[in-house]
């Protein structure tokens, strides 16, 4: 007697795992609808992919506003300056004053602080209202394969959904346990 109590909560435990473990591979499988008598059946994300993304980009574009993007733009367009001016001065007369004196990095200052900074302002604002982040994501959303979909989600949620496959054997075991119980206090 003493053993069969032991057997609900083993059997609960690995139905609630096998159970979690096809409801996690049905999010992504089958890739192509399936029909089952009169029934369709495909992987959540491959069916819905689309509206998942314009969900997600909906809500990012109620967090990220022009000055987020003016952010962005902005570091860019510092970056590549210094980066152009740095390979000018490596490439010329300037090198030669670096070496020995600090002067270009007195003209580096100068043009940042006067000349780029009012230049990068400009650019950055008109290139700022004229980003459509949820055009361009929608885009590449449209080119990505159901495979690579997969493999962003289980790269950016794989803790998680192992966390779903674990809990289904912790719920089991514990819907075991108490039909266990009530089996050995009714007996």
């Known amino acids: 007697m003493n053993l ?8 609960g435990a690995f139905v609630g795992f096998i159970t979690n473990v096809i409801a996690v591979k049905l999010l992504f499988h ?8 009169n029934f369709k059946l495909q992987g959540l994300v491959p069916a819905r992919s689309k509206e998942i993304i ?27 300056y210094k980066e152009s001016l740095k390979n000018r001065v ?9 070496r020995y004196t600090s002067i270009p990095k007195k ?3 100068w043009i940042e602080s006067n000349l780029a900074s009012h230049i990068k302002e400009i ?11 949820k055009e361009f994501v929608l885009k590449k959303a449209e080119e ?14 794989k803790k998680e959904l192992r966390f779903i496959e674990v809990s289904g054997a912790v719920i089991g075991f514990i819907i075991g346990s108490i039909q266990s119980l009530i089996i050995y206090f009714l007996y």
Do not use: H
């Open 54 to 80: 314009e969900r997600f980009m909906d809500s990012l574009s109620e967090i990220l506003n022009e000055k987020d993007f003016e952010f962005l733009i902005e570091r860019a367009v510092t970056r590549s």
């Open 107 to 109: 003209i580096d200052e």
């Open 30 to 37: 089958p890739k192509r609808p399936i029909r089952i008598l």
């Open 123 to 133: 650019i950055t604002k008109n290139i700022s209202k004229n980003v459509d982040i």
């Open 4 to 11: 069969v109590l032991l057997l609900p909560p083993v059997v």
């Open 90 to 98: 490596q490439n010329s007369w300037f090198s030669v004053l670096e």
């Open 144 to 157: 990505i394969s159901d495979e690579q979909i997969e493999d962003l989600f289980k790269k950016f949620a």
